[in-house]
């Protein structure tokens, strides 16, 4: 059985990655987003809360994850962030087969994986398309966000595979420092392109 085309779109924080997503979406691609499983699963009623309350007691409130709570177990604690993601990643690979098999008969599908490059994801996908944007934009739209910091943004950035990178390693990369027409136009472009390929296959 041919599968889909498997499309993985990444970027860094600030580049529009979600808007893009979005994008695709509207173009008729079925997206997969890792980050709002996530959130489901630790969310109210969450299928992950019983064992991430067993890893880290009085992490899980009637709300789901009690991030904050949480965040102080396993931050900078490289065994207990460990510990974590050996319940949430599994969880998020079931996830993705079941999505993949609902979609199965789709000839381009994406999944949005914040951090691809980061954690070796490149090399279960097809094809990489990066999005991007000038450093001075991802810079103001980051900092414009609730509780974001100079400090904040600088960490998060030293845990990203820089811009520079990401570009030379896609396969593809959507320019977000345009109009959101523009972006939209690349990303129907794209989709038109990668439809092309996996009929081609």
Known sequence: MTRPLIVGLTGSIGMGKSTVAAMFESAGVPVFDADAEVRAMQGPDGELLPAIEAAFPGSVG????????LGAKVFGDKEALARLESIVHPAVA??????????SGAP???????????KGGAEAVDRVV?????????????????????EKFAHILSLQVPDAEKRERADHVIDTGTSLERTEDAVVALVGQLRDAAAAR
């Not at 079931?94 to 979609?103: S, T």
């Not at 381009?108 to 980061?118: A, C, R, S, T």
């Not at 000038?134 to 100079?150: D, F, W």
């Open 130 to 150: 990066v999005v991007s944007a000038p450093a001075e934009a991802q810079r103001k739209r980051v900092l414009a966000r609730p509780g974001m910091t100079e």
């Open 62 to 69: 009637p709300e789901g994850v009690l991030r904050d709570a």
């Open 108 to 118: 381009v599908v994406v999944f949005d994986i914040p951090l691809l490059f980061e």
């Open 94 to 103: 079931r996830k993705r087969a079941a999505f993949l098999i609902e979609h």
